[in-house]
Structure formats: structure tokens, C-alpha cells
């Protein structure tokens, strides 16, 4: 427990850890450790990734071991086409995102974020991207048979598709924004409270949240662990991070968990083993019912206000709209903007990096937005020091770069924006965005290692590619820290 602060900075996020520990409770953080080191040919990308059953086989990096698959396989095909594996699962999540009814027959692009795409395809004489770019896709990836060029190049034709089916799947809503609060503090005072967690259907929300309405003689609430959920025009209060989902459901507040679809397998053992009840994905059964099953998980636990001291989030407007986020900013577009987001993740300390990060570029005098937990962690930063210290834009989670970038080339001040940076990754989905972000011009950082470290040639290309159409992806072999980051923001 004295490395606790390498594990979250939140004051109260470690005292649960601590109640974790002294329950003998294993969260993300102890399986992290136990883990170590972590496969370190796929994290490389040196483990083949193609769909064959003559392997698995693996390059030693070193060159001491073997140098190709058993097909012959070298090192940058076997590089470039794990790049390729990532995006085709990136771009397939961003296609589930896009409502059924509207899944694309053809991709589409708002005006602006078509002309960025066309351009990005031009630049690396690239044409006629589709839908069957999906299958080519799976298809180069059955067997190689291509140069890592060639794997490199569709990969970046999938994360342009990745930023039109992120656009097309975008909140249905004709607000600007919607409101939304965070934190700890959400969960003061004495409730029935239900966690949603992943991507639980809308329709099940929505009958929760009516049902929720009902309960009048003990209250209950919804609160979303890490997730961004939409109801009655605004978000539901999100209690805490992703990455602290299963510290929270340790400290026993959450009655009855909504597990949506993407909850980590992690959170249902936990569950399981508190006997927290859980609905998953799919199983929505009845909303009465299931506000009937907290209620009775309620009434069997110790009901002290476990937060009650927490320090309150103010109350903040998440950005929703390309069309709006401009006017709705206030940013002065001759001034410098920079963007940070992302997930949490477990090779970082949780919170650090991003609220290290925003304070640094605040005073370097950047206008800064962000989306996701980062945004979150920045939030809470606000909110435990000067409010007016600190100005922060959230934007809605996965989507919000491109809007913001979509905002800014719409009105031609692309050029005011001086970064995007992911501060941790969690999905394929982020990964994909990011390159896509990277093709299409813009400047992206990545502050832990992705997995094309293994070959110098492979990375070389990759930057070769961004670079015709004016764009980068920087990342590294090692989790980068805020003052690395805010000298890339600084030094173009
Ligand atoms: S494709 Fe080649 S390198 Fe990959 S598993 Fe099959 S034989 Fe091995």
C-alpha cells in the first residue's frame, strides 16, 4: 500500500483501495501486477496476428531467435499487419455504434470531415473508400500475402472509415450540449443506487430511469460507472472513472449493477463475489423488478453515507455538436487549442497524467478541451482547486475529437489547434480514431506504447504516410509523462 499513489491520485479512491485490500478484494491493479512482465512479443507486434493455425509464431526482437514465421513471414509485414488487426476491430466497434437503423450501405461524411478524408486519400494515392474496405480488410488479414506497405495503407483507409462511422453514430440529440456531473459527490447520502456500466440499451435506461422516478418512500438513483449515458436531456451522474469502476462496487454503494455491453469480465466476478446482483446486457427483464432487486441489496447492507464528504463537481455542459462547439467554446481561434482524452489505464497512475497535463498547458496559456476519463480527471481536478484556474470543455465521449476537429476546420482555423492527445487507451476503437485523427492532419500523441514498436521500418513508414498529408502520431516504448507531452504540444 505505500505505492498507493502510483495507483490512483484521488485521496478518496485511495482509501478504497485500502478497504479493497483490507477485504482481501483483487481489482485491476493486483491482476496488473500479477501480470507482469506482460507478453513482450505482442507488445511489440512481433506475435503473428494473421488467421492461420500453422502458427502461433513470434519474431525474437533481438534477432538472436527466429527472424520469420513459418510461412516466411518477416518482421514489418508481421508489424504492420497486427497495426491492421487493431483498426479492423476499432472500425468494426465504431460501426456498432452507428444506430441499426442507420448502418451505412455507403460511408457517409459531413461536408467537412469529407474534405479532410478525400484530401488524406489523395495525398497517399488512395481511392474509392467503401464498406468493402472491411472485408479486404479481413480478407489481406486471412493469410499474408502483402508488403507492410500495403497492410500500413489499409489500415489507414480503415481509420478513415473509423472517424465516419464515429461521426454517424454521434448522440442522437439536437441539443448543443447536455449537462452532466461527476464524481464521488454524486453518490451522497442515503439510496438505492444502481450502476450502469458499458453500453446498457437505451431502452432499458429509459425504463429504469422512469421507474427510479417512482420510488418515493426510499430514493433511488442510476449512476453510471465510467460510462457516458444519456437520459431526459442530460447525462446520468457519473460516479466515478472507468478505471474505478470495481473500487466503487468494493465499497459496497452500488446495490445492483446494469452490466451493458463492454463491461469488463472483472466487475461480474466482483459482483459475484459480494453478492451484488447484476442484470447483463441482453437479460434486461423487467425495470421493476430489477429496482425491486437493489431495493433488497439496500436494505441488507450497512447504509452510512460513505461519501457525504466528498468534494463536489460543479455542474458542467459536455459539447455534443461539431455545428455548435465552436460558438459554444468561447475560444479565442487566434489563440492556441489543445485537446487531451482518453481512457484509464493501469500502466499510469489514475488521474495523473491528464490533470498534470491540462494544468501544465493551461499555463502555457492553451485553451484546452477533453473527452472520456480524462475528462473526468480534469473535472475533478477543477473541483478540488480553483475553479477559474483550470478552464476545461468537455466534449462527449469516443467522438468528441473529431467534432472538435470537424468545429475548427469548418470554420478554417484548424490551424489554432496544436494537439490531440490520448492519454491512455482502452478499446481498438481509440487506436483507430487516433490514426484516423493522425491521416487526416492533425497532430496525435499516444502516451503509452502501442503495440508496432518491433520494427524500426514499420514506424518509419507509418510517419511517412501521416507526414504527405501534414499529419503525426507520436508515441513511444515507454508511458510518457506531462512534461514530455507539454513540450510536444509546445514545440511543434
Ligand atoms: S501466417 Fe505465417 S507467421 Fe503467421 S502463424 Fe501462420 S505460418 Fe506463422
Same mark, same amino acid.
Given at each position: 500500500m505505500e505505492t498507493i499513489h502510483l495507483k490512483t491520485v484521488d485521496p478518496i479512491s485511495q482509501e478504497l483501495l485500502r478497504s479493497a485490500s483490507r477485504q482481501g478484494l483483487d481489482l485491476p491493479w493486483e491482476r496488473f501486477e500479477k501480470l507482469q512482465p506482460q507478453d513482450g512479443f505482442l507488445r511489440l507486434g512481433l506475435s503473428c496476428p494473421f488467421?492461420? +493455425?500453422?502458427?502461433?509464431c513470434r519474431i525474437d526482437p533481438f534477432g538472436r531467435g527466429p527472424a520469420k514465421g513459418v510461412c516466411g513471414l518477416a518482421r514489418e509485414e508481421m508489424v504492420a499487419g497486427l497495426l491492421l488487426r487493431l483498426c479492423l476491430q476499432g472500425t468494426m466497434e465504431a460501426l456498432e455504434a452507428v444506430p441499426s437503423g442507420d448502418r451505412p450501405r455507403a460511408i457517409r461524411y459531413s461536408r467537412a470531415l469529407g474534405a479532410m478524408v478525400s484530401q488524406a486519400l489523395a495525398k497517399n494515392d488512395q481511392h474509392d473508400l467503401s464498406l468493402d474496405d472491411i472485408f479486404k480488410s479481413s480478407m489481406l488479414l486471412s493469410r499474408p500475402s502483402s508488403t507492410y506497405w500495403q497492410l500500413l495503407a489499409q489500415a489507414l483507409r480503415l481509420s478513415l472509415l473509423t472517424l465516419g462511422f464515429q461521426e454517424q453514430g454521434a448522440l442522437a440529440t439536437t441539443a448543443p450540449s447536455l449537462p452532466c456531473t461527476a464524481g464521488y459527490a454524486t453518490l451522497a447520502g442515503r439510496a438505492i443506487r444502481i450502476g450502469l456500466c458499458g453500453e446498457p440499451s437505451t431502452r432499458l435506461v429509459f425504463e429504469l430511469g422512469k421507474e427510479v422516478r417512482r420510488m418515493t418512500t426510499t430514493p433511488a438513483q442510476l449512476v453510471a460507472l465510467g460510462s457516458w449515458l444519456e437520459l431526459d436531456g442530460r447525462f446520468l451522474?457519473?460516479?466515478?472513472t472507468s478505471g474505478e469502476s470495481e473500487l466503487l462496487v468494493s465499497s459496497g454503494a452500488i446495490h445492483l449493477l446494469v452490466a451493458g455491453a463492454g463491461t469488463d469480465p472483472g466487475l461480474l466476478s466482483l459482483c459475484e463475489k459480494l453478492k451484488i446482483p447484476v442484470v447483463v446486457n441482453g437479460q434486461d427483464g423487467d425495470a421493476e423488478e430489477i429496482v425491486g432487486r437493489a431495493r433488497k441489496c439496500f436494505e441488507s447492507? @450497512?447504509? @452510512?453515507? +460513505?461519501?457525504?464528504d466528498a468534494p463536489p463537481v460543479p455542474e458542467c455542459q459536455v459539447l455534443l455538436s461539431a455545428s455548435t462547439i465552436v460558438p459554444a467554446s468561447g475560444w479565442d481561434l487566434t489563440g492556441k487549442i489543445g485537446l487531451i482524452g482518453g481512457s484509464d489505464t493501469p500502466q499510469l497512475s489514475l488521474g495523473k497524467l491528464p490533470a498534470d497535463l491540462a494544468q501544465a498547458l493551461s499555463e502555457k496559456g492553451l485553451q484546452l478541451a477533453g473527452w472520456g476519463d480524462a475528462a473526468l480527471w480534469v473535472l475533478k481536478k477543477k473541483s478540488a482547486s480553483d475553479e477559474t484556474a483550470l478552464p476545461f470543455l468537455a466534449l462527449a465521449n469516443r467522438q468528441g475529437p473529431l467534432a472538435a476537429v470537424t468545429a475548427l476546420a469548418g470554420v478554417d482555423k484548424l490551424e489554432s489547434l496544436q494537439g490531440i492527445c490520448f492519454t491512455g487507451m482502452k478499446s481498438c476503437l481509440e487506436l483507430s480514431a487516433a490514426l484516423g485523427l493522425a491521416a487526416i492532419g492533425c497532430r496525435v500523441s499516444v502516451a503509452t506504447p502501442l503495440p508496432i514498436q518491433g520494427s524500426r521500418e514499420v514506424l518509419d513508414a507509418l510517419s511517412r504516410l501521416l507526414q504527405q498529408n501534414g499529419g503525426q502520431l507520436r508515441h513511444s516504448d515507454h508511458p510518457a509523462d506531462a512534461r514530455e507531452l507539454t513540450e510536444w504540444f509546445t514545440n511543434p
Open positions: 488467421g492461420c +493455425l500453422q502458427g502461433p451522474p457519473i460516479a466515478c447492507r @450497512s447504509q @452510512s453515507d +460513505l461519501f457525504g
